[in-house]
T-cell receptor, first 113, second 118 residues
Framework: DAGVIQSPRHEVTEMGQEVTLRCKLISGHNSLFWYRQTMMRGLELLIY????????DSGMPEDRFSAKMPNASFSTLKIQPSEPRDSAVYFC???????????FGPGTRLTVL | AQKITQTQPGMFVQEKEAVTLDCTYDTSDQSYGLFWYKQPSSGEMIFLIYQGSYDEQNATEGRYSLNFQKARKSANLVISASQLGDSAMYFCAMREGYSGAGSYQLTFGKGTKLSVIP
């Protein structure tokens, strides 16, 4: 079975540009989580969805960040405009009620110059 | 207060020896879950082991076991017979609330970097 798929794996962009990170959930999962990992702050939950509905977005840093689930298997995290302090590894993870654990994607390493 | 505390930034262990990675947690919920994830240098997050707050026995998964001491609010990971491939960052995490209620979000500790010495 395919795991969580994230694209791109690496993204280098310039300050002020729009960045879109993509995530495909594992088939049959209905919960989706976006995390950000930095050396300073560790792993932080940004937002999560259950059944395509955003449940908690209190971790989203500011209005420059937005996340959507246009369908049950796909999500995007958009940063507009991007800033150097957004440089981090962004993970998405999915799960379903029959599981305890979350299943993580490989991450997207974002560098904003 | 931090919800998950991992007090050991780095640990060394000799190959084939056992090692314990510490984790303490803070919650007022009666129902919660505790997790350990491994992150090798390649960056992926690998689930290792889970302990529910109502589980009476300590969880075990192969060479991994979770030493769950509820009264002390600790959930230490024990790795037996360490291997070179165990060198990685290890994260303790907690889910508060009952998973059936859809409260799946995890709070992670800062991690412990384990280095296995040949």
């Amino acid at each position: 079975d395919a795991g969580v798929i994230q694209s791109p794996r690496h993204e280098v962009t310039e300050m002020g540009q729009e960045v879109t990170l993509r995530c495909k959930l594992i088939s049959g999962h209905n919960s989706l989580f976006w995390y950000r990992q930095t050396m300073m702050r560790g792993l932080e939950l940004l937002i999560y969805f259950n059944n395509n509905v955003p449940i908690d977005d209190s971790g989203m840093p500011e209005d420059r960040f937005s996340a959507k689930m246009p369908n049950a298997s796909f999500s995007t995290l958009k940063i507009q405009p991007s800033e150097p302090r957004d440089s981090a590894v962004y993970f998405c993870a999915s799960t379903a009620i029959r599981y305890n654990e979350q299943f993580f994607g490989p991450g997207t390493r974002l560098t904003v110059l | 207060a931090q919800k998950i505390t991992q007090t050991q930034p780095g640990m060394f262990v000799q190959e084939k020896e056992a090692v314990t990675l510490d984790c303490t947690y803070d919650t007022s919920d009666q129902s919660y879950g505790l997790f350990w994830y491994k992150q090798p240098s390649s960056g992926e997050m690998i689930f290792l082991i889970y302990q529910g707050s109502y589980d009476e026995q300590n969880a075990t998964e192969g060479r991994y076991s979770l030493n769950f001491q509820k009264a002390r609010k600790s959930a230490n990971l024990v790795i037996s017979a360490s291997q070179l491939g165990d060198s990685a960052m290890y994260f303790c995490a907690m889910r508060e609330g009952y998973s059936g209620a859809g409260s799946y979000q995890l709070t992670f500790g800062k991690g412990t970097k384990l280095s296995v010495i040949p």
